[in-house]
């Protein structure tokens, strides 16, 4: 069988101040002043200026004269952390005023929590994507892999699965309590849905050779799945009720991590143009159209509506960022150097999140599309096989 390409990437723990990049001439924004009556003993400081920092609608400073001061308190509350925040416009006129908590062993998610609902209720931005937690494969050794959350800074992170090789883990529903996962343990491979509420595992399907769920329908009823057929990978569409599948590619090559697009199309990579590249195909036909023209390397992709992130490699042998509509000829770079890899939309579509590889330094960035910013997280060393947000 032809050599399947898998991308492994860097990762993985906030380990410095938070960096940011402006690919564009910004707007002046208003300066805001963060301050704490609170004696908790640990850097949440750090996590709540971020968050207020990536909603990239405030210069955060320190001088007295800000055009707003936010100030927290958090105190201990048995098993809860509790967090009351107070926005003060000038002349100390209280703008908003409200009291959070949420479990010790999650802090951080305290402060996404709070920061994200301020900016909802007094109509700033939609910041919810910081309450979504992240998914990842990580591989530690030669067939050992571990599948953990964390929140998008990295700063928290939870094992759920070690030992043995189990991949591609993705989310199986927006509320983040299952996810489907493939574990390459046996000659026969399983793709199988984890329940995290009661730590139960369900089988989905096997097979052979290569086997893995890359995306859900929005009503969760199908998925489009990777499996080896004929000595190839090939894309199929499986009934998560009825477990029947449908092949949907019949190329004698590469065909791999489907997704759709809309409720009738998906797209998927492929080595039809003697690279990896992308190609659009109809759930109901079977002639794929090639998406993308640049590069010789695209092979990681994300989708939100009609939409596609995906990382290109250069001539200079950066890999770059890009995005693009499937029905109009939009294209828009967005990075401009070092090597942006494995772009995953949030799920608004206006925030994109990847891994930054600059020199020496890995970094988890957030893009923030609308505003034309990117927040790099230093990351440890580390390799990740798949992310889902």
């Known amino acids: 069988m032809k050599k399947i390409f898998l991308l492994c990437f860097s990762l993985v ?50 001088e007295n004269n800000a055009n707003y001061e936010l100030n927290y308190n958090l105190n201990p509350v048995g098993n809860n952390y509790e967090l009351s925040i107070t926005l003060k416009g000038m002349n100390n006129e209280i703008k908003y005023n409200n009291t959070f908590t949420y479990p010790k062993s999650a802090y951080v998610f305290l402060s996404h929590k709070a ?44 094992i759920i699965m070690q030992g ?17 996962y493939t574990d390459y343990n046996k000659d026969i491979l399983s793709i199988y849905k984890y329940n995290l509420l009661n730590n139960q595992k369900t089988l989905i399907t096997q097979g ?4 893995a769920l890359s995306d859900i329908s929005k009503d969760g009823t199908k998925a489009l799945i990777t499996k080896t057929i004929e000595d190839q990978p090939e ?67 994300s989708v939100y509506n009609n939409y596609i992130v995906y990382s290109s490699r250069e001539k200079s042998g950066d890999f770059n960022l890009y995005v693009m509509a499937t029905d109009s000829q939009y294209v828009r770079q967005l990075t401009l150097n070092g090597r942006n890899i494995f772009p995953n939309f949030s799920s608004d579509g206006k925030t994109i999140m990847f891994i930054k590889l600059l020199g020496m330094q890995s970094s988890l960035g957030i893009l923030r599309l609308d505003e034309n910013k990117v927040y790099h997280f230093p990351l440890k060393v580390g390799k990740i096989s798949t992310l889902d947000w």
């Open 164 to 180: 043995g090789l189990n991949l591609f883990a993705k989310w199986a529903n927006s509320n983040q309590n299952e996810f489907y």
């Open 13 to 62: 723990c906030l380990t410095a101040d938070i960096i940011m990049d402006v690919v564009s001439e910004q707007e002046v924004l208003p300066k805001i002043r963060i301050t704490t009556s609170s004696l908790v003993n640990f850097d949440f400081d750090k996590v709540i200026k971020n968050d207020v920092l990536v909603s990239s609608k405030f210069e955060i400073t320190n």
């Open 235 to 301: 894309i199929f569409l499986l009934d998560l009720n009825t477990k029947n599948t449908k092949r949907l590619t019949m190329y004698k090559g590469i065909d791999v991590s489907a997704r759709f697009v809309g409720s009738d199309s998906f797209a998927f990579v492929s080595d039809r143009s003697s690279y990896p590249n992308l190609y659009l195909q109809g759930l109901d036909k079977t002639n794929a159209t090639q998406l993308v023209y640049h590069g010789k390397n695209n092979s990681a992709f």
């Open 208 to 211: 052979s050779g290569m086997l």
């Open 115 to 158: 920061i994200s609902q301020m900016f909802k209720d007094l109509k700033l931005a939609d910041l919810d994507w910081m309450n979504k937690k992240i998914l990842i494969t990580r591989k530690i050794a030669a067939k050992q892999s571990q599948i953990l959350i964390a929140d998008y800074t990295l700063n928290y992170q939870k």
